[in-house]
Protein backbone atom coordinates (compact mmCIF):
# COMPACT_ATOMS: atom_id res chain seq x y z
CA UNK A 1 0.00 0.00 0.00
CA UNK A 2 2.77 2.73 0.71
CA UNK A 3 4.52 1.79 -2.58
CA UNK A 4 1.43 2.50 -4.27
CA UNK A 5 0.80 5.83 -2.25
CA UNK A 6 4.35 6.80 -3.03
CA UNK A 7 3.95 6.18 -6.71
CA UNK A 8 0.81 8.58 -6.77
CA UNK A 9 2.74 11.02 -5.04
CA UNK A 10 5.58 10.97 -7.32
CA UNK A 11 3.03 11.24 -10.52
CA UNK A 12 1.06 13.92 -8.64
CA UNK A 13 4.46 15.69 -8.33
CA UNK A 14 5.15 14.92 -11.90
CA UNK A 15 2.16 16.70 -13.21
CA UNK A 16 2.88 19.64 -11.10
CA UNK A 17 6.08 20.26 -12.27
CA UNK A 18 5.13 19.71 -16.06
CA UNK A 19 2.47 22.29 -15.33
CA UNK A 20 4.19 25.07 -13.82
CA UNK A 21 6.83 24.26 -16.35
CA UNK A 22 4.20 25.51 -19.39
CA UNK A 23 3.01 28.43 -17.15
CA UNK A 24 6.69 29.79 -16.36
CA UNK A 25 7.34 29.60 -20.13
CA UNK A 26 4.58 30.64 -21.93
CA UNK A 27 4.34 31.76 -25.80
CA UNK A 28 5.48 35.23 -26.60
CA UNK A 29 2.41 35.91 -28.29
CA UNK A 30 0.46 35.07 -25.78
CA UNK A 31 2.99 36.79 -23.30
CA UNK A 32 1.52 40.49 -24.46
CA UNK A 33 -2.06 39.72 -23.34
CA UNK A 34 -3.45 41.49 -20.10
CA UNK A 35 -6.02 39.92 -17.69
CA UNK A 36 -6.99 36.39 -16.42
CA UNK A 37 -7.62 33.34 -18.52
CA UNK A 38 -9.80 31.03 -17.34
CA UNK A 39 -8.74 28.19 -19.49
CA UNK A 40 -6.40 26.89 -16.74
CA UNK A 41 -9.60 26.50 -13.93
CA UNK A 42 -10.42 23.43 -13.82
CA UNK A 43 -8.78 22.25 -17.10
CA UNK A 44 -9.23 18.08 -16.48
CA UNK A 45 -13.23 18.08 -15.48
CA UNK A 46 -13.45 20.66 -19.11
CA UNK A 47 -11.36 17.50 -20.80
CA UNK A 48 -13.25 14.99 -19.68
CA UNK A 49 -16.62 16.81 -20.48
CA UNK A 50 -15.40 17.58 -24.07
CA UNK A 51 -13.73 14.24 -24.96
CA UNK A 52 -15.00 12.10 -27.66
CA UNK A 53 -16.39 9.33 -25.94
CA UNK A 54 -19.65 6.81 -24.85
CA UNK A 55 -20.99 8.64 -21.74
CA UNK A 56 -20.94 5.82 -19.93
CA UNK A 57 -17.52 5.85 -19.94
CA UNK A 58 -16.98 9.47 -19.14
CA UNK A 59 -19.24 8.91 -15.49
CA UNK A 60 -16.17 7.24 -13.66
CA UNK A 61 -13.49 10.25 -15.06
CA UNK A 62 -15.58 12.83 -13.54
CA UNK A 63 -15.05 12.23 -9.49
CA UNK A 64 -11.15 11.61 -10.68
CA UNK A 65 -10.79 14.56 -12.74
CA UNK A 66 -12.82 17.00 -10.43
CA UNK A 67 -10.57 15.53 -7.14
CA UNK A 68 -7.16 16.38 -9.52
CA UNK A 69 -8.73 20.12 -10.43
CA UNK A 70 -9.76 20.80 -6.61
CA UNK A 71 -5.95 19.78 -5.44
CA UNK A 72 -4.54 21.60 -8.16
CA UNK A 73 -6.79 24.58 -7.93
CA UNK A 74 -3.90 27.34 -6.79
CA UNK A 75 -1.43 26.35 -9.38
CA UNK A 76 -4.53 26.23 -11.82
CA UNK A 77 -4.93 29.95 -10.73
CA UNK A 78 -1.54 31.35 -10.90
CA UNK A 79 -1.19 29.87 -14.21
CA UNK A 80 -4.29 31.33 -15.30
CA UNK A 81 -2.75 34.81 -14.26
CA UNK A 82 0.65 34.01 -16.07
CA UNK A 83 -0.55 32.50 -19.12
Known amino acids: MKRIRDRIGMLG ?15 TALAHQQG ?23 VPLFPVAFVLDAALLPFEVIAGYIH
Open 13 to 27: LAAVLAGTAVAAAPD
Open 36 to 58: FDDQYIFAATRGVDQMNAHPALK
